[in-house]
């Protein structure tokens, strides 16, 4: 079952625009400051903040609740 979820779960990101997926990344599991991440990737601090928010609203839209309740509510 762990496989299925994990394999699920990147099939979800990789659907992302990949400026998303990089702020996702990021932001998400590198724990990345909005600043720092507006620099690596060349865009405004507010772009990473839309962006984010996006990328998470997609995961829960389509993510089951039971794999976001494993994530930690995502």
Do not use: Y
């Not at 702020?23 to 724990?31: A, D």
């Not at 984010?52 to 309740?69: C, E, I, T």
């Amino acid at each position: 079952i762990r496989a299925e979820r994990r394999s699920q779960l990147l099939a979800t990101i990789e659907q992302l625009e990949p400026i998303d997926r990089e702020v996702l990344l990021l932001r998400g599991v590198e724990q990345r400051s909005q600043a720092v991440t507006a620099e690596l990737l060349g865009i405004q601090g507010d772009a990473v903040a839309m962006r984010f928010s996006r990328a998470l609203r997609r995961l829960r839209d389509q993510l089951p609740a039971s794999l976001l309740d494993e994530l930690g509510g995502a």
